[in-house]
Structures are given as C-alpha cells and as structure tokens.
C-alpha cells in the first residue's frame, strides 16, 4: 500500500470549504441511511429458489431446445452457487423486469409465492433513499447528477472518501482558492457520472460516493503540481524498514490511483456489473485532469505537464 500525503490534513482556517465538504458528506449520509435494510431480506433460501429460475430466464432468452437440462441444474449445482447466481440475478434488471411474466416449471406454489416476493422486494427498494439520490446508468432525475456525489452505501465507504476528500481538497483549497475548488468538486463528478452512464453497467444498484469527484480533484492536483515532489507513506509489513516516508514525483499519484480502476475497468464483465464504480473514477480523473490543463494554459504556463525530473523543484 502506498498513499500520497501531501502535507497532510489542513485546519478549517486554512481550508474552509474543505471540511465543509466533509460535513456535508457526513450531513447527507446520515440524512439518507437506509432503515428499511433491504438486503437482510435475502435470505439463503430466497437466494437460491431465484437463482434456480434465473437459470431457466437465462435458458428461455438463450432459446435452449433441451429442456432437461435446465431442469437437472439444480440439483447439478451446489447451494452456494445457486445463492451466488441468485444474488446476479437481482442485479439483472431485464430479469426483474419480466419476473411476473416467465413461464417457470416446477412447483407452481413456490413460483407464486417468489413471485410475490420480488414485488415486495422492489416495493423496498422503491422506497430507498438511494432510488431517489443514487444515480443510474439509465433514467436519472436531474437533481440525481449532484446528489450521488454527497451519498455513501456504509459507514467505510464514507470514511474513505473523507479521509482522501480532506487530504486532497484541503491542500488544492490553498492553491487555487475555494471557488474554484467547488468548481473543480462538482464538475468531476458531474464527468464521472457521465462516464458511468456510457461505460457503467450497474444493474439494479444505484451508483453513491464521491469518488467520482475525489478522483477529479486527485488528478487536477496531480498535473498543477507535476513539477514538484511530495511525500508518500508505504506499507508493506509491520516489519521496521517496510514502512515509512518517502518523497517521489507527483505525477506517480495518477498510475498509484487509477491503473487498478482501469485495469478492473478492463476486465469487468458488463452483464454482471460491480459494487465500484471504476467507470466513474476513470471519468472523474479524466475531467480533473482536463480541467488543469486548461487551468495553467489559462494562467500562461507554456508546458502543461513537466515532470519532476526537468525541474526539480520541491512542495514546500
């Protein structure tokens, strides 16, 4: 693990708008927790029953003549890939779509009483604070383009975006003003966003989080400040001298954060999705950086982008 410290957490003082970012993080994560807990519904026996037709969903669409080995699937696959496709399947919005509708063999009681469970689950998830605030890769309302920004799917998630949200916002506050910093915040994340709209498959999960901004704001700092160096702090074990400080170029913050988002960018599967929006960091990183781009050309600065090595100049 290596993480870029810059210089560290600022005051309100010296970064105002910063920590009132943070507290709005926190304001709107508490004003948005989900009580209705949809997931504690899915127990292992409902997982498994929607896994088993969603074979058969899967059958149907494909148009499989042999029939008999749809039926044989469930018992040629164990109960824990059957909760495994079952949980893919309520993240098939087709399939949930259409779930009223299939013609499923097999008890027809126990088909009708998950047919009945799947409208009483998306009678819970309709009620979500995410379905009204999260943002989607289909049908968005406007207000939905700002409000992901400031949402967040648990506590942890919450707490690491804060954590690189003040680390980076606090010091580009100082450099470029409040603002434009607020500027920088929104924008990106209005970029990741779009990003995740054309390249995002995320299914029936609403996407939340600032990452999409944090990345935005990780980038601009990143190519504002490709002339200096500043701190990192890496671990590898608890082992003395496998941990500590070391000073490297600033623009090495773009392949340590972004390269594994794309790589799993790369590699995802489309119809399955994912629970990181990898789309909308790259998007985020992408308008961040060209957004300082244009800041320094706007400034005057003839090289956008020169590395540490032609400069040597350090972050005070």
């Known amino acids: 693990m290596i993480v870029p410290w810059l210089r560290g957490f600022s005051s309100f003082s010296q ?32 997982l498994k029953e929607t896994g088993f037709f969603y074979q058969q969903y899967l059958s149907q669409k494909l148009k499989a003549s042999d029939t008999q080995t749809t039926q044989m699937s469930k018992f040629e696959k164990s109960p824990q890939e059957l909760i ?17 509708s299939l013609s499923l063999f097999g008890d027809q009681l126990a088909i009708k009483e ?18 009204k605030f999260g943002f989607r890769d289909q049908e968005n ?7 992901y920004q400031f949402m967040h799917a648990n506590f942890y ?53 600032a990452s999409g901004s944090i990345s935005g704001l990780i980038a601009f700092y990143s190519l504002l400040e490709s002339k200096k160096r500043v701190s990192f702090f890496y671990f590898l074990s608890p082992v003395q001298g496998y941990y500590g400080w070391i000073y490297l170029p600033t ?3 773009l392949p340590f954060s972004f390269l ?23 998007g985020g990183a992408l308008f961040g950086a060209l957004l300082a781009l244009a800041f320094k050309f706007l400034r005057g600065e ?15």
Do not use: C
């Open 260 to 282: 594994p988002d794309l790589a799993s960018f790369l590699v995802q599967d489309p119809r399955l999705g994912s629970t990181l929006a990898h789309s909308a960091h790259l």
């Open 157 to 209: 998630h919450l707490l690491g975006n804060l954590f690189l949200l003040l680390l980076v916002a606090g010091v580009l506050e100082q450099k470029v003003g409040s603002l434009l910093l607020i500027f920088i915040y929104l924008s990106t994340g209005l970029g990741g966003a779009l990003f995740y709209k054309w390249f995002g498959h995320s299914g029936l999960i609403p996407m939340v989080g």
């Open 302 to 316: 003839q090289n956008l982008v020169v590395p540490y090595f032609l400069s040597h100049t350090e972050d005070p």
């Open 114 to 131: 998950w047919k009945i469970k799947i409208q009483e689950l998306q009678a819970l998830r309709h009620q979500r604070p995410v379905e």
């Open 141 to 147: 309302s406007r207000l939905s383009w700002l409000t």
């Open 15 to 46: 970064a105002p708008l910063a920590w009132t970012l943070v507290a709005t993080n926190i304001f709107f994560y508490f004003l948005t927790l989900d009580p209705s807990a949809v997931e504690r519904n899915l127990k292992g026996e409902f």
């Open 251 to 253: 623009l090495l913050i």
């Open 84 to 100: 495994m496709q079952g949980g893919l399947a309520l993240k098939d919005p087709q399939f949930i779509a259409t779930a009223q």
